[in-house]
């Protein structure tokens, strides 16, 4: 059983520029959360979503998007990249709305330089 | 404001031994307590959660040990062994806050042998 599974492993871009996480979520779930992990410090959570709505957001600027498919998989965009960016991006699936359950993948490493 | 405070940041024990991490929280409205274990290059995966109606739960070589009175918990991790090196994060979480997971700092943890 697959869990679940984020691309790319590791992204190194420019500041100012834009950039996309995706997620495939483990089978059965179909909520999926994004959180993002500097160096050294926990996670902190960015939004939520389910059925292709944002149902939560964290304490984060517009320049922090997402969607999320009629499969439930899920992107994470983030627009004028600063160095601050920099960080592990983790997406964690679970089921159902409000459970807490949540499965994390092993993140996409975001190096901005 | 960091609703979830976890000390140490670091710990060292030798194998055999007791691995004792806390965390403290604020937000009364938290009625769930996880624990997770995150190893290098991976996400966190859960270890043991426990709710506030008990003062304490044993899976195997990990307790939690809850107080809801002074608003902390904590893990204890007996017999330690050098396979249990990881960075060991506490979390809380609520229906208030929609589920989402508010994170400590992190407890790095070297089991030395």
């Known amino acids: 059983d697959a869990g679940v599974t984020q691309s790319p492993t590791h992204l190194i871009k420019t500041r100012g520029q834009q950039v996309t996480l995706r997620c495939s979520p483990k089978?059965?779930?179909?909520?999926v959360s994004w959180y993002q992990q500097a160096l050294g410090q926990g996670p902190q959570f960015i939004f939520q979503?389910?059925?292709?709505?944002?149902?939560q957001r964290g304490n984060f600027p517009d320049r922090f998007s997402g969607h999320q498919f009629p499969n439930y998989s899920s992107e994470l965009n983030v627009n004028a990249l600063l160095l601050g960016d920099s960080a592990l991006y983790l997406c964690?699936?679970?089921?159902?709305?409000?459970?807490?359950?949540?499965?994390f993948g092993s993140g996409t490493r975001l190096t901005v330089v | 404001q960091q609703q979830v405070k976890q000390s140490p940041q670091s710990l060292i024990v030798q194998k055999g031994g007791i691995s004792i991490i806390n965390c403290a929280y604020e937000n009364t409205a938290f009625d769930y307590f996880p624990w997770y274990q995150q190893f290098p290059g991976k996400g966190p995966a859960l270890l043991i959660a426990?709710?506030?109606?008990?003062s304490e739960k044993k899976e195997g070589r990990f307790t939690i040990s809850f107080n809801k009175s002074a608003k902390q918990f904590s893990l204890h991790i007996m017999d330690s062994q050098p396979g249990d090196s990881a960075t060991y994060f506490c979390a809380a979480s609520g229906e208030t806050s929609g589920s989402r997971l508010t994170f400590g700092e992190g407890t790095q943890l070297t089991v030395n042998p």
């Open positions: 979503y389910y059925e292709e709505e944002e149902r």
């Open positions: 426990i709710r506030p109606d008990v």
């Open positions: 089978s059965g779930h179909d909520t």
């Open positions: 964690a699936s679970s089921w159902p709305l409000g459970g807490y359950g949540y499965t």
